[in-house]
């Protein structure tokens, strides 16, 4: 019996570690204060280590600080007007961000993987 719940344990800490697999191109609309703003996200995943860029009208550039715990994702990434921070979580074949502006104000932004 105790060998049983010993393996239980291992699967069940194997799923909190497992990363989810956000490796491509994803596309999608956040409503600003501007008006909608598309985003195109590349995303590569290597083990636990994510990196990748986000490019929009307004910026092209690399992710920072990113990370990934099972199908959470989060980001910032650095442009002229400050920081945006994205943090998502992974849902089939979308990927829900909430991205925090620089003045503070979340807005939502459902991406779909491109094929």
Do not use: C, H
């Given at each position: ?81 400050g920081t945006l921070t994205y943090e998502g979580t992974l849902a089939g074949e979308e990927l829900k ?19």
């Open positions: 019996m105790k060998y049983f719940f010993a393996v239980i344990a291992v699967l069940l800490s194997m799923l909190l570690v497992y990363a989810a697999d956000v490796s491509g191109v994803w596309k999608g609309t956040v409503e600003t204060a501007m008006g909608p703003l598309e985003n195109t996200i590349t995303l590569q995943v290597d083990g636990d280590k994510l990196t990748g860029s986000v490019k929009t009208d307004f910026f092209d550039t690399k992710i920072e600080k990113a990370a990934i715990k099972g199908d959470k994702v989060s980001f910032i990434v650095s442009m002229e007007y961000f909430t991205v925090i502006g620089p003045d503070g104000s979340p807005g939502e932004l459902k991406t779909k993987r491109q094929k």
